[in-house]
């Protein structure tokens, strides 16, 4: 992801700055996907792996990257810290 725009996105429920998820957690929630349990904010059940995602600041919330682009849509957030993660 393009550093510049990297700078300027932020979480649209907490206002944190994002960063790139590392690919250790990535795969943790990849592998959490794959056992049906994660959910997004919205409560739907996420089935599809994620390739990329951006995590706020402090860890709680992940936003997946789909073909480059940042999806910042509050309902499709990721819960991290629900799933312990």
Known sequence: MDKRLLDILCCPL???PLQMLP????????AAIAAGSVKQHD???LSQTVSEALVTADGKRAYRIDDGIPVLLIEEAIELDLLGL
Not at 24 to 30: A, G, S
């Open 23 to 30: 690919r250790e957690r990535l795969d943790t929630l990849n």
């Open 43 to 45: 409560g739907a059940a």
């Open 14 to 16: 907490s206002r944190q």
